[in-house]
């Protein structure tokens, strides 16, 4: 069953791409004419979810009236305002809104170009409750542009994954999952990180990726925005 139901992160304070987030949230900056924010919830709206939770801090009322003009998928606001919470932390908070069902994940300041099938309807087909906790979108570093550390994960023949330690022969967390909200059960709130969650599942053996096919692509700082837009360029003159 594919998830209907997303969790967008977007609030992040985007320290590192200053001067341009010291008057607009890292979300809004636009690449290749599209802000990250609408490359994520479009990628969603492509893969038939209906509704997205997007959680707000920085400069949240331009997050609010950005995602009123949307008319798909649905955008419930998920306001953090009072503290920031990170990842898992936005996530508990937003869990009321989230229902009981396994839900996508999506960062708001990275996005990628398919080449062929969607990675989320990939991801979908692969999702498998019996086993699975949370299964990650992954790269390789060949299809990634902008990132400047090394990998995340190293990724078994069944697909499970345990940490790479920074190891060539890993792959990078891409930004994109479905998780079971059985994780957060009896998680505390207040800020911590999704980590937290992908070491329990890997200690479970419940912890899942795939790679996606195509260009993913993180824009650090200002000066990373021209490669980004290059990428872009090239990945959908490839999809053609």
Known sequence: MKPKTAMVLAAGLGKRMR?????????????????LLDWGLDSLEAAGVTRAVVNVHYLPEQIIAHVAGRRAPRIVISDEREALLE?????????????????????????????????????ALAWDAARMDILLMLTDLDSATGHCV?????????????????????????????????????????????????DKAIAAGRLFGIA?????????????????????????????
């Open 87 to 123: 990842s898992a932390g936005g996530i508990v908070r937003a869990l009321p809104l989230l229902g009981s069902a396994p839900f996508y994940i999506v960062n708001a300041d990275t996005f990628w170009i398919d080449s062929g099938e969607p990675s989320l309807e990939r991801l």
């Open 150 to 198: 090394g990998t995340d994960f190293l990724v078994a023949p069944d697909g499970a994954l345990r940490r790479s330690k920074g190891d060539p022969a890993g792959l990078i967390y891409a930004g994109a999952a479905i998780i079971h909200p059985r994780v957060f059960k009896d998680a505390p709130e207040g800020s911590h990180s999704l980590n937290v969650y992908f």
């Open 19 to 35: 001067p341009i987030t010291d008057t607009m949230p890292k979300p809004l900056v636009k690449i290749a004419g599209k802000t």
């Open 212 to 240: 996606m096919r195509g260009r993913w692509i993180t824009v650090g700082t200002p000066d990373a925005i021209p490669a980004a837009e290059a990428a872009v360029a090239g990945a959908l003159a490839k999809a053609v």
